[in-house]
């Protein structure tokens, strides 16, 4: 059998903790490996085990000195430091997260203990939340000149919608509102699993803690029906990849008229031939010729918004940045503009005839270290190389 861990390890708090840090450490310790939270995991069944062990043993005065002087000894069997005397009396975990969680003793998990968990796990709680609808996904790909315009799109979806004869109540006309007898209108019923009891969705209500006595034929009593929808979404200007838009209200219909969920649009901007986004910022790469670079000249450059012309000066240098301001992206929700930001490429020519090959030699021949600036301040820096 394995040897009990300290039980100031296992809450992960130290020799001197007071009492209430004793209590937080359990608190967040016992949410974590609720059975409710980990449905299925025997491990986390041990853990909340072995949690409401050590709580109960370092929150009692009396037992924690006892603790701390004889270890797991002060425990064990004609000990008699345990409350309840015999085989260590150690309280049911349950017992011992109720109290520490305002709830009282007894089992009937109700009070704030079922609360707590209805917003942890999606039960309980009040009755207009557990009908809300389920909040929904979806993913959109835009182009880049629709991040920077801003867009409309038609969005396909098939989720719950309210039921068109019942118009979402779940009942016929005459229908009457019952609550429900296995879960007594709290929507959650207690289950043993062996030495636990963990509180689950009722079977019968579905979690709302109502009946319906007439159910609608159409939607079984749910007041709801998974149909085609079709939603108008305006994506605003500025968006980048992977934001996150929310559309109130545009998730699935409640259940008998509960409020809806949300629906969630994960934005993705397809990649550009032209221009690179890093931010409100736009890239891009324009070639030259030899020629522009040299006597200098007006490029025309493409931007978002169509042309614009950029003016080089003579000498222009390859890979020179050159700013337009305000020709970029605008800034989500503040209507700021970004630059374009332009790199020109000086291309050489590839192909001469004789005529241009003698010309362009005459002209190499002509050139002097005072105009190829960059070249003379490279070899002077080098020079420590070449000697």
Do not use: W
Request: proline share 4%.
């Amino acid at each position: 059998m394995a040897s009990k861990r300290d039980y100031y390890e296992v809450l992960q708090v130290s020799k001197t903790a007071s009492a209430e840090e004793i209590k937080r450490a359990y608190r967040k310790m016992a949410v974590q490996f609720h059975p409710d939270k980990n449905p299925g995991d025997a491990s986390a069944e041990e853990k909340f085990k072995e949690l409401g062990e050590a709580y109960d043993v370092l929150s009692d005065p009396e037992k924690r000195a006892a603790y701390d002087r004889f270890g797991h000894n002060a425990f064990a069997q004609g000990g008699g430091a345990a409350r309840g005397g015999g085989g260590g009396g150690f309280h049911d975990p349950f017992d011992v997260f109720r109290e520490v969680f305002g709830t009282g003793g007894g089992g009937g998990g109700g009070g704030i203990f079922e609360q707590f968990f209805a917003g942890a796990v999606g039960g309980g709680g009040r009755r207009e939340d557990r009908n809300r609808g389920a909040d929904l996904r979806y993913d959109l790909e835009i182009s880049l000149e629709e991040a920077a315009r801003g867009c409309e799109k038609d969005v396909p979806l098939e989720k719950m919608e309210r039921c068109p004869v019942c118009k979402g109540s779940g009942g016929e006309q005459s229908a009457k509102v019952v609550t429900c007898s296995d879960c007594r209108g709290r929507g959650q019923v207690l289950a043993s699993r062996g030495f636990f009891q963990v509180a689950q969705t009722c079977g019968r209500c579905r979690g709302t803690g109502q009946l319906i006595d007439k159910p609608c034929k159409r939607c079984s009593g749910e007041g709801r029906l998974e149909q085609p929808s079709r939603i108008k979404l305006k994506i605003p200007p500025g968006v980048e990849d992977g934001n996150r838009l929310r559309s109130t209200g545009q998730g699935e219909a409640g259940v008998r008229g509960g409020a809806p969920g949300d629906l969630y649009v994960i934005v993705s901007v397809k990649r550009h031939e032209v221009f690179e986004r890093d931010g409100a910022n736009l890239y891009c790469e324009v070639p030259i010729s030899f020629t522009t670079a040299t006597l200098g000249g007006e490029v025309i450059i493409p931007t978002l918004e169509g042309k614009a012309q950029l003016k080089v000066p003579a000498g222009t240098q390859g890979a020179t940045m050159f700013k337009l301001k305000g020709k970029g992206m605008p800034q989500l929700n503040r209507g700021i503009f970004g630059d374009l930001l332009v790199r020109v490429l000086v291309e050489v020519p590839t192909k001469l005839d004789g005529e241009q090959r003698r010309k362009l030699e005459e002209f190499a021949a002509s050139m002097g270290e005072d105009n190829s600036p960059i070249h003379k301040s490279f070899f002077e820096k080098a020079r420590e190389f070449f000697s």
